[in-house]
């Protein structure tokens, strides 16, 4: 029976055989590439410098297999950081050409374009920890002061809950797209504000302060509020929606900025993000209404 179910599983041998073609051709070496690679570790080098590898690249290749064939190879002291290989952790975000880029997700080929170069260096506006890993410290402990967790008030229904949170889909609608931020650092690299102000929050601790604060599950407005309306919070932004233009997640901090001010404007006239009401669970409201 289970040998029977599994045949229905078996590709045709001509999908098979076009399948492998198909990967031969991804991976069959088409151009040589030059790979410039910014060089740094703090703790021993006087200066950053650059190093150079030729790789034979094929279509299919991303730029972190190429990075990975240069450290297996030619240096084994090249510093990067990466882990799932699939987009999902946002360990290897760096500047692909002067850009911000995944390396897992960006094929070399794309990123060369009609040239022959690629330029490797680690994320604008982050401290460089060594090569091309950049030192997080700080952009989680931005992450870290906006408390990115659920808040609530109702210690008694935590400790013994009675029913899941209700929430419809507008409510979830207004943080959902938030919620696939992968900490890649993107956004804070691309900032300008950033740039110039070391202790501003920045996009992606500034959206997800939003995230929170509109969840209708979360009654941690008042304490995340000192930590987003102030000097280097918010108000700092400019809109200039660099942040989002380099998400690879297609997350749009800067909509979620933008929205964290109204809402903050709105407060000071009174108005609240959510009806507490709502963020009681299911079972309870049902129970109230009896
Ligand atoms: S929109 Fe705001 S957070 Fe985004 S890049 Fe511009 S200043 Fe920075
Ligand atoms: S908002 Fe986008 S760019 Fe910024 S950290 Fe999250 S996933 Fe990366």
């Not at 967790?149 to 929430?167: C, S």
């Amino acid at each position: 029976m289970a040998s029977e179910e599994a045949k229905e599983y078996v590709l045709p041998p001509e999908v098979l055989e076009e399948t492998m073609k198909a990967s031969e051709e991804l991976w069959k070496p088409v151009r040589k590439i030059k790979f410039r690679i910014y060089k740094y570790n703090p703790r021993k080098d006087y200066a950053p410098y650059w190093e150079e590898h030729e790789l034979e690249v094929s279509r299919g290749m991303t730029v972190l297999d190429a990075l990975l064939i240069i450290k297996g190879e030619a240096d084994h002291s090249l510093g990067l950081r990466y882990s799932c290989r699939m987009g999902l952790c946002g360990s290897c975000a760096m500047m692909i050409n002067g850009k911000q880029m995944l390396a897992c997700q960006t094929r070399v080929l794309e990123a060369a374009g009609s040239g022959d170069v690629v330029e490797l260096r680690p994320l604008d506006n982050f401290p460089v920890e060594r090569d091309l890993a950049a030192d997080f410290t700080s952009f989680f402990e931005k992450h870290r002061a906006v408390k990115p967790w659920i808040i609530r008030n109702d210690d008694v229904e935590l400790n013994n809950p009675t029913g899941p949170y209700k929430q419809t889909v507008d409510e979830y609608a207004r943080y959902y797209q938030f919620t696939d931020c992968i900490k890649c650092g993107a956004c804070l690299s691309a900032c300008p504000t950033a740039a110039t102000d070391y202790e501003y929050l920045g996009p992606q601790a500034l959206a997800q302060a939003y995230r929170y604060i509109v969840d209708t599950r979360d009654d941690g407005l008042d304490v995340r509020i000192p930590v987003v309306d102030t000097e280097h919070g918010c108000w700092r932004c400019h809109f200039a929606a660099s942040c989002s233009d380099v998400c690879p997640r297609g997350v749009d901090p800067a909509q979620g900025i933008q929205l964290l001010k109204k809402l903050l404007i709105k407060r000071k006239f009174g108005f609240k993000p959510h009806k507490p009401a709502e963020a009681l669970p299911a079972k309870v409201k049902a129970e109230k209404k009896e």
